[in-house]
């Protein structure tokens, strides 16, 4: 069935939010690339996912190596580093769609919306990356030990901006593959939504002591 699926590459996915995000997809039978900074991280979880999922073929590489193999290219880098990966894989994504799960998050006060001049981290990633990529804006609002859970439902929809219809459906099928529901909420510049209110869950997590907290779309007549 793999064959059917296109590879998935998650850049930085040896942290907590690309391995949540890449066990999932392991799990729906999509090929996985995992790509770090530093090759045998990402050699390593590869091997773990191997070893968790037999036959399941996931590799494991720099950022540059996974970026170039993947025919879907998965942004789970710190904000920090944002831009300097979009710089080092610009050249190596162009055509392809990229998923950018970046949250502009500023420490310390990560809980308090802090957005970018370009309005959202996706905004800019479309804006440096070209017309040539499709970037599309996903995953901002899950919590990522909910994902490395796989007897756990994320309890958690999703908020798909992006400026081609087509290339958000097929990120809503890769929402779906990780067993949530996934919401066309418009073009990129829309991104700034779900992307600040990762600031404000983050607060609510405090305040209410919740291991989590996700969002609900309601009275869409299309999920009845």
């Known amino acids: 069935m793999t064959d059917t699926k296109p590879t998935i590459a998650v850049l930085g996915g040896t942290g907590d939010l690309g391995g949540g995000l890449a066990l999932r997809w392991v799990r729906a039978g999509y090929p996985v690339v995992i790509g770090s900074r530093t090759a045998d991280k990402a050699e390593a979880s590869a091997a773990e996912l191997n070893a968790r999922f037999p036959g399941s073929g996931v590799q494991g590489t720099d950022n540059l190596a996974a970026a170039a193999a993947g025919q879907i290219v998965v942004m789970t880098v710190p904000f920090s580093h944002h831009r300097p990966t979009l710089e080092s894989v610009r050249d190596l ?129 299309e999920a009845d």
Not at 142 to 162: I, N, Q, W
């Open 93 to 221: 994504v162009q055509g392809k769609i990229v998923v950018d799960v970046t949250v502009p998050l500023v420490p310390p006060k990560v809980s308090r919306v802090q957005m970018p001049p370009e309005g959202s981290a996706g905004k800019a990633a479309q804006d440096f990356l070209g017309p040539d990529v499709q970037v599309v804006s996903a995953f901002q609002n899950v919590a990522a030990d909910h994902l490395a859970d796989l007897d756990h439902d994320p309890d958690c929809d999703v908020l798909v901006a992006g400026n081609v219809v087509a290339a958000r459906e097929q990120v809503i099928e890769l929402v779906e593959a990780c067993g949530m529901k996934g919401y066309h909420v418009g073009p990129i510049d829309n991104a700034a939504v779900a992307e600040a209110l990762t600031s404000v869950l983050i607060f609510m997590n405090k305040r209410y002591k919740s291991p989590g907290a996700g969002i609900r779309i309601t009275n869409i007549p």
